[in-house]
């Protein structure tokens, strides 16, 4: 790339992209180690140590209360299945190509709401 507004679309296209990834970094981090904490606890209890001496390891006063007692949280990803376009980065400001971004996005949210198990639902 010789150019130096191709290598700035492209910067910007990662940048957007890593953005979109980290985002979701700290929750699923969050969530990885609930499961890792769940699972020694089960395999604790499987071995016959009782849910007090569970409790005396795994309740620290002192710790605060990140992990403890708390459940994973559900993320629910909604996006279009495909690329919206509208350039490097979606920053191409195209009216109607923005419309049928928008159409996409409530497609997807449609189609995500309509296969929704009753368990599933988190939210009130």
């Known amino acids: 790339m010789t150019n130096l507004f191709a290598v700035l679309e492209k910067t910007i296209s990662i940048f957007i992209t890593d953005v979109g990834d980290n985002d979701l970094y700290l929750p699923n981090q969050y969530n990885a180690g609930l499961l890792y904490i769940s699972k020694v606890k089960e395999r604790m209890r499987s071995l016959g140590v009782s849910e007090s001496v569970i409790g005396q390891y795994f309740d620290i006063e002192d710790a605060g209360d990140l992990y403890q007692n708390k459940k994973p949280i559900k993320i ?40 929704i198990n009753t368990g599933d639902v988190d939210w009130a």
């Open 76 to 115: 629910h990803l909604i996006q279009p299945e495909n690329n919206l376009g509208g350039g490097p980065g979606g920053l191409v400001f195209d009216p109607a190509e923005m419309k049928n971004m928008l159409l996409q996005g409530q497609l997807a949210l449609q189609s995500y709401v309509a296969g």
